[in-house]
């Protein structure tokens, strides 16, 4: 079992859906919870960074964080031609920091 | 605000060859610095960190090296490229542990 399990897609939603994103973990250790968006040939830009269990919400964008079923979430609210990217979660502990294989999402005009 | 400069963006290079890739950071002391590489449905292997001048840690032994010679600069080296050394190689920088990472653009290398 990976420590970080992502699915890849490809996510392919019309413009103005809700787009829901999920990692799964195995290391209950994991106390820092991040989101990465990546368009082509860019590195990685950060979306969100939470701490610990519940949401965080920053315009249209909300992380989940539920450290007891070891499962992060991020939710696009009408979502954009410009949404379109591949979305990295990320996780760390006080040693190690891990990341999932990215989704890769399309939003449709 | 910080800055994180990599370059190249590209880079074809012949087996055999030396590489040498920069990357430094602006706006910010003494950061964490990292490189990884990036394969396509992979994720975000990390090969080197650093967390201060002259100390370098390795992830992974294989074909490359890293420097850091002066506090916002980090350095990814090879003295002869592997086919398999062909990537997407990304600069991070953090402020602290488990604070988040920051990424430059990455570098696109090719070893044919």
């Known amino acids: 079992q990976k420590e970080v399990e992502q699915d890849p897609g490809p996510l392919s939603v019309p413009e103005g859906a809700i787009v829901s994103l999920n990692c799964t973990y195995s290391?209950?250790?994991?106390?820092?919870f991040m989101w990465y968006r990546q368009y082509s040939r860019k590195g990685p830009e950060l979306l969100m960074y939470?701490?610990?269990?519940g949401n965080k919400e920053d315009g249209r964008f909300t992380a989940q964080v539920d450290k007891s079923s070891k499962y992060i979430s991020l939710f696009i609210r009408d979502s954009q031609p410009s949404d379109s990217a591949t979305y990295l979660c990320?996780?760390?502990?006080?040693?190690?920091?891990?990341f999932g294989a990215g989704t890769r999402l399309t939003v449709k005009p | 605000s910080q800055t994180i400069h990599q370059w190249p963006a590209t880079l074809v290079q012949p087996v055999g060859s030396p590489l040498s890739l920069e990357c430094t950071v602006e706006?910010?002391?003494?950061?964490?610095l990292y490189w990884y590489r990036q394969a396509a449905g992979r994720g975000l292997q990390l090969l080197f960190y650093?967390?201060?001048?002259?100390?370098i840690s390795s992830e992974v032994p294989q074909n490359l090296s890293a420097s850091r010679p002066q506090d916002r600069q980090f350095i990814l080296s090879s003295k002869k490229l592997l086919l398999s050394d062909s990537g997407f190689y990304l600069c991070?920088?953090?402020?602290?542990?488990?604070?988040?990472?920051?990424f430059g653009n990455g570098t696109r290398l090719t070893v044919t």
């Open positions: 990320a996780m760390s502990d006080d040693n190690d920091m891990r």
């Open positions: 706006g910010t002391s003494n950061p964490n």
């Open positions: 290391n209950s250790a994991f106390q820092y």
């Open positions: 939470t701490y610990s269990s």
């Open positions: 650093s967390v201060g001048i002259g100390q």
């Open positions: 991070a920088w953090s402020a602290l542990d488990n604070s988040p990472l920051h």
